[in-house]
DNA sequence: AAAATGTCTTTTGACGATAAAAGACATTAT
DNA sequence: ATAATGTCTTTTATCGTCAAAAGACATTTT
C-alpha cells in the first residue's frame, strides 16, 4: 500500500458530526474548508455518504436522509496518520522504563516493530530530534539522550525565559487589543472547570495549553512560539505518565493561572513577572517529580 | 543509483594528506578514528591506494611508496554529501533575490531541478524548517516565509537572550576549567588575525562560529546550544552575501571580541554584558544591513 | 591476551513507483 | 457574473528495493 487514505476516513467521520444538524449540506467548497480537506475528499466522503444511504446527493442538493448510526463511523484506529502511529509507539517505549539515556535506535527494527516501512521512522526521528531526546550520529544510528532530570531542566530554564518575556509583552498590549476578549473568555472557563475540578480535571492539560500559548504569542517570535511545541509535547505525555492527586495538582494550577491573569490586567509588571514565576516553578516541580529517581 | 560513494570518497581524500608524514599508515582502525568513518571504508581507501601504486599493502604493513599527486584526489564535487548539496542549492535560489515571502516550495520540482530523489529533499526541509524560515502545509506544500527584517529581528532576539545568559554562566566558571585556555588560545588567534586582516579577513567566519559556540557552551543547556546551529547557518550565508567593506567590518567584530574576551576574565558581570550586548548589537545591525530594502 | 585482520551480516541513505490527496481548468448552474 | 460542479493533472505520503557504510564475530598476528 502506498498510502493510508486516513485523511478521507478521519474527514469523514467529522462530516457525519454535521449531518444531524440541517436539512442538508453546502457546497463541495464550503465543506472542504470547514473539514480542512481538499474538494477531491470531500467528493469522496459525499460519494460514500451517498452509497450508505445518508444523502441523497444530486449535483447542489445533497440531502439528508438519516442521521448517522454509531456504525457508520470508520474506527478510530483507521482515522490516525501515520507519524501520529509512530510518535505514540515511540513515547510509550520510551516512558515504558527500559529506555536508558545513551541507547541506540534502530530504525530498521523500530520501522519494522511498529509495521511502518523506514522512511516514515526517519522522517519521524528527523522531526522528533528538535524535542532534544535524541541525536543522530553522522552515517550511523540514532543515540537516545533519555528523559532525565537534567533534560527537564533544561526545558524548564528555556520556558521561564521565554514565558517570562513574552508574558512583560503580553501585559504591555493595548487595551483595544482582541487578545484581551480571548483572556476574558479563558478566565471564565478557568472558573467553570475550578467549580466543577472533580469530575472534568482531565479537561486541564487542554486548556492550559491554549493559555500558555495565548501568552507566548504576544512575544511575535516565531521561535519562541515554536519552542512551545517541545514544552507541549513534553507535557503532553507527563500529564499521561504522572497522574498522583491529579484533580488537586489541576486546581492549584488553574488558581495559579487565575492570578497569573489577574496580574496581566493589572499591567504591573512586578506583579506579572511575581505570578508567571510562581506558577513555573510549581510547573518545573511537577515535571520534576514525574521523572523516577532511577534515572537521574 | 541507491547511495553516492561520497563518503569514501571524501575520506579518500583526507587520507591522502595522512601519507606524505611517515614511512607507513597506522592500523585500520585508528585510520577508521582518524578519518571518523568504519573500517568497511577504510578497506575501500587501502585497495584504491594499492591498486594507484600509493601503498604497498600486506595485512598489517601499509607501506607509503610515494606522495600523492593532484590527479590522485577525487574531485570536489563528488565527496558533497547529498544533503549539502540540497542545502547550498536551496540556499542559493533564497539569496538570489527570487524568492518571496509566501511563495509556495513544491518538493518535487526542487527534486527535478536539483537532480536528486524527492525522499532527500523531504528530509532536508524537515530538517531545515527549525530555522523559521519556511512552513509546512499538513498533507500540501511548503510555504516560505521569507529571509525578512522581522526574521531576523527575531533571531537576533533569542540570540541576545541566549549569548547575555551564557556569557553570565561562563565569567562564573572556576578559574581551573579548561575552557579558559580554550578562551586564552582564542584571544591568541584573535591577535593574530587582526594584525593580518587584509589578506586574511576570509577567517573570521570560522573563528567567530567556535568563539560563540564556545561561550554558549557554558550554558550546559541543550536547546541554547542547538540553537546556536540556526544563527551559525544564518551568518554563513550571510557572509557569502554581504562582502561590503567585508575587512573592516571584521576587524571591528574582532576587536569587540577581545574586549569580550576581557570582560569575561575579569569576571565582572556588569562588564561582561555591556561588552556582550555591544558584540550583539553590531553583529544584528550587520546583519540587517544586508536584508534588501524589497523584503522589507 | 590484546589488538589487528579477514569475512560476513545488518543498517543506513537514496531512489523509483504508486495510491491518496491536492489542485487546476473547463463547463454548468443560479 | 459569480459560484459550484465535473474532469483531469500534479503533488504528496509511503513503500519496497539496493548499494554504501557500519558493525559484529571469528581468526590471525605480535
Redesign the pocket.
Known amino acids: ?11 469523514y467521520n467529522r462530516c457525519l458530526a454535521l449531518l444531524g444538524a440541517g436539512e442538508s449540506l ?7 474548508t470547514t473539514l ?9 466522503i459525499l460519494s460514500r455518504m451517498e452509497e450508505r444511504g445518508l444523502i441523497e446527493w ?5 440531502l439528508v436522509l438519516r442521521a448517522p448510526a454509531p456504525d457508520d463511523f470508520f474506527p478510530d484506529d483507521e482515522t490516525d ?3 501520529q502511529i509512530i510518535e505514540r509507539s515511540f513515547m510509550r517505549r520510551l516512558l515504558a522504563g527500559g529506555a536508558q539515556a545513551g541507547m ?6 523500530l ?1 519494522r516493530e511498529i ?9 519521524f526521528l528527523i522531526r522528533f530530534s528538535r524535542f532534544g531526546l535524541i541525536e ?7 543515540v537516545l539522550k533519555g528523559f532525565t532530570k537534567s533534560f527537564a531542566l533544561e526545558l524548564t530554564e528555556i520556558r521561564e525565559m521565554f514565558e517570562l518575556r513574552s508574558a512583560a509583552a503580553f501585559a504591555a498590549l493595548a487595551k483595544d487589543n482582541p487578545v484581551w476578549t480571548d483572556l476574558d473568555a479563558m478566565e471564565q472557563e478557568h472558573h467553570e472547570l475550578i467549580a466543577a475540578i472533580g469530575t472534568r480535571y482531565g479537561e486541564f492539560s487542554e486548556l492550559d495549553e491554549r493559555f500558555h500559548r495565548l501568552i507566548h504569542s504576544a512575544s511575535h517570535n516565531r521561535f519562541i512560539v515554536d519552542f512551545y511545541d517541545v514544552i507541549a509535547m513534553i507535557f503532553h505525555y507527563h500529564y499521561q505518565w504522572n497522574k498522583t492527586n491529579e484533580p488537586g495538582r489541576n486546581k492549584i494550577a488553574l488558581q495559579e493561572h487565575l492570578q497569573y491573569i489577574a496580574a496581566l490586567k493589572s499591567g504591573k509588571l512586578d506583579q506579572v513577572e511575581k505570578a508567571c514565576r510562581r506558577h513555573l516553578k510549581s510547573a518545573r516541580e511537577t515535571l520534576l517529580q514525574s521523572i523516577p529517581e532511577s534515572w537521574q
Chains 1, 2 share one sequence.
Not at 500500500?1 to 474527514?11: E, L, S
Not at 453546502?26 to 472542504?32: H, K, T, V
Not at 480542512?36 to 469522496?44: D, E, F, I, L
Open positions: 500500500m502506498a498510502k493510508q487514505n486516513n485523511v478521507y476516513k478521519d474527514a453546502p457546497s463541495e467548497p464550503e465543506l472542504g480542512g480537506v481538499s474538494r477531491t475528499t470531500v467528493r469522496s444530486n449535483k447542489r442538493s445533497k496518520s501515520l507519524s541506540q535506535i534502530n530504525e530498521l527494527e520501522a509495521g511502518v516501512g523506514t522512511t516514515s521512522v526517519r522522517e543522530k550520529r553522522r552515517n550511523s544510528h540514532w
